[in-house]
């Protein structure tokens, strides 16, 4: 087996992990099993670390079960960590000092036997969980799922953004942790986007009713369908607002029709999955609405030339700017 680098490592329980992290960390999940067990025995011992004083026994049990498995991996080549050293984990934990709010409540309810799924860069990685519920993980995200939901509720732990379709189960909520924010529902679709360099967390709900729920469980909002839940990180202060949910999961690949969008409607949806930035000709009808489906493709402009075949338009591409004006005979 492969190993994996201490620095990705660091950068990984940190938050930290750029795109090449994600490659890297994405194909060597994918060789193993027993790889994704290493990192989350890691990972576990890591956050126990910082909750100070939160369960001095859960602690212990954590750092007795990794050293028992170094020990093991000390005698077998090739090993599935350089981390050798017992001393480096004292220094992964003297680098990466910083508390993330909420973390107590997440490591009391986590099972012994976790999961990890990734999607690498430029990729939309679906997966099926053992309740039966759908997601479909951003690029460069990361979920943390058991691999059998036991207790009176189903917890899963996200870093990026994704989106859920959750089976109905009156009995037992689904939870999804992040560093920023807590979303608790029984059954409904909605999207969760919570990135380690971001100052913001957000929730969208297209189906259902969901709560969400700051981290120090001090304010609380039910959603409709159609509302965002925009968490800010350090405050924990809850903002909500209507939202097209069509221009949250654009994302996904998968064909949105539009019923009556207007052209500069339309330019937001290619916006937010592009990263570009429209401009109009004062003589464009921004008021004449539209109907029919986007379908994503390879680039922008492949997109608009499908477009053109159903609305008449004519563009021209600069840089990240596309400049669009009446279409001329």
Known sequence: MSTLREDIVIRYLEGRCTDEDFVVLHAWLKESEAHAAELFQLEELYRARRIPLEDPERVALAEQRLLQRLKQ?????????????WSRYAAVWAVLAV?????????RST??????????PGEVHELTLPDGTRVWLNESSVLHYPRTFEGKARPV????EAYFEVVHQAERPFRVETSALQVCVLGTSFQVRCWSDSLWAETTLM???VEVRNQGNQERR????????????TTGRIQ???VDPALEIWWRNEPIPFKQYTLPRIAALLEKCYQVQFVFSAEVDTLRTYSGVLKKKD?????LKALQHAIPFDYQKKDNKIYLSNKTY
């Open 73 to 85: 991996e000390e005698s077998r080549k090739p090993r599935m960590f350089r981390l050798a050293v």
């Open 99 to 107: 508390l993330a709010v909420g973390l107590a409540y997440w490591f």
């Open 111 to 120: 099972p012994e036997e976790w999961l990890v799924a990734t999607a690498a």
């Open 157 to 160: 732990r996200l870093e990026g």
């Open 207 to 209: 189906e259902g009713k």
């Open 222 to 233: 039910t959603l409709a369908p159609g509302q965002q839940a925009v968490v800010h990180s």
């Open 240 to 242: 909500v607002q209507q």
């Open 299 to 303: 680039d922008v402009e492949a997109v």
